[in-house]
């Protein structure tokens, strides 16, 4: 069956430190990849998607993810943090072809520390 | 335009009682999906709508099902509800099958609990 795991399950950082969150997959097929913000209190947001092309892609609030394929590997990275930046973050597959479904990671706690 | 909204916000239920749990998607979205999110096992996919059908269908038993209606919009039903199913339910909406390529827009959720 397809999974998703993010390995980081709580990242505690100082602001204007670099972040990066991993997340593999385990399907071997064309897949379309995610990653999902929660912020406190609020609802799911997407932060940016990867269907075909470039494997760097670039989200909102300054963050970005590479596609590895030959990794099966999406990587949410931002180079300097900030303390708003406090939130739970879901890595998502979908498996083209497979109808809207998302398969979610278990999640990222991180909190950014002023 | 309006984002993806569901209702109600909260729930209370008591074990046994049923529940349905309605989500609005965006306007012209018609795909609606549902998620189940817990602090155990996170976020999983309950089933999925397009045009009234249900075309795909998380591991939940039978006491979960949904529909949708000709406007888009779908409910979620949960019968003989136990403790476990205190969740928050998430419904997201999606304009294009077979493929996201929009993405997915998801509602604030429904927090139900069961005591």
């Known amino acids: 069956a397809q999974s998703v795991s993010q390995h980081n399950h709580h990242v505690i950082l100082s602001e204007a430190a670099s972040l990066e969150l991993g997340c593999n997959y385990s399907?071997?097929?064309?897949?379309?990849l995610f990653w999902y913000v929660q912020y406190p209190g609020q609802h799911l947001q997407l932060l940016l998607k990867y269907f075909s092309g470039d494997p760097l892609v670039k989200g909102i609030k300054g963050f970005e993810a590479e596609f590895i394929k030959s990794k099966f590997s999406f990587n949410l990275r931002k180079p300097s943090v900030q303390w708003s930046d406090t939130a739970e973050y879901f890595c998502a597959v979908e498996l083209t072809g497979g109808g809207n479904k998302l398969t979610f990671g278990t999640g990222t706690q991180l909190k950014v520390e002023l | 335009k309006a984002g993806v909204t569901q209702t109600p916000r909260y729930l209370i239920k008591t074990r046994g009682q049923q529940v349905t749990l309605s989500c609005s998607p965006i306007s012209g979205h018609r795909s609606v999906s549902w998620y189940q999110q817990t602090p155990g096992q996170g976020l999983q996919f309950l089933f999925e709508y397009f045009s009234e059908t249900q075309r795909n269908k998380g591991n939940f038993p039978g006491r979960f099902s949904g529909r949708q209606f000709s406007n888009s919009r779908s409910e979620m039903n949960v019968s003989t509800l136990e403790l476990g199913d205190s969740a928050l339910y998430l419904c997201?909406?999606?304009?294009?099958?077979?493929?996201?390529?929009?993405?997915?827009?998801f509602g604030s959720g429904t927090r139900l609990t069961v005591v």
């Open positions: 399907y071997g097929g064309t897949v379309n």
């Open positions: 997201a909406s999606s304009l294009a099958p077979p493929q996201s390529n929009y993405g997915y827009t």
